[in-house]
């Protein structure tokens, strides 16, 4: 039952060339920054990312995309990210962009099992290319695809060794759905503790969607875009 590995680049050890990920976070808020940077030292490649986004330029996701060892993304948005850009401009690098809700509500069709649903957002625009339209109740939809993965990387701001894990604010907005969509979900947390020191009702993964769980260090709180006023005098 105990989930805990002895580091995040034991946890990411078997993840290979050209395998799907789901990557947790919300911009720069909540990334896996312990399993990204394992990710980042192993070099794997050809990796097909689901994400809200890819970090900015030197941080976040966006690390990987600078050293090519991402092949496709699938994501919502573009964000602040100058390589993106430029690769994507260059054909260098697949891109799906899915409007954030479809995006968040793939994944989770994914993890229930649901082969499919209609949804109204994207009609008459490029998202509707080569999809099924329908009519139901004088309004026209489109048909989206669940969205699954060989392995979600997520990061908890708590946990218990059983893997069962608490995420703070904004960054629940896609990672309980990932939990369940990926074949193996890997997590990392900010604190860890024994089972049941965590309050059951406040629970947002349980634990038998965590394969392998890391407890993570050396956080940098990376803020994407900081604005500041002067103060009064």
Known sequence: M???????????????DGATLMVGGF??????????????????KDLVLISNNCGTTELGLGVLLQARQIR?????????????????????????LVPQGTLAERIRAGGAGIGGFYTATGVGTQVAQGKEVRTLDGRTYLLELPLRADFALLRARRAD?????????????FQPMMAAAARITIAEAEE???????????VMTP?????????????????????I?????
């Open 229 to 233: 006023r002067p103060r009064p005098a």
């Open 161 to 173: 060794t059983w893997g069962n894990l608490v995420y703070r604010k904004t960054t629940r907005n």
């Open 72 to 96: 496709k993304i699938v994501a919502s948005y573009v964000g602040e990210n100058k390589e993106f850009e430029r690769q994507y401009l260059s054909s260098e690098l697949e891109v799906e």
């Open 27 to 44: 911009g720069l808020c909540g990334n896996p920054e312990n399993l990204i940077q394992a990710l980042h030292r192993k070099r794997v």
């Open 2 to 16: 105990n989930k805990l590995v002895e580091s995040a680049d034991a946890a990411v050890a078997d993840i290979r």
């Open 192 to 202: 860890v503790v024994a089972p049941g020191e965590l309050d059951p009702d406040s």
């Open 207 to 227: 634990g038998i969607y965590v394969k392998r769980l890391v407890r993570g260090e050396g956080y940098q709180r990376w803020i994407e875009r900081r604005t």
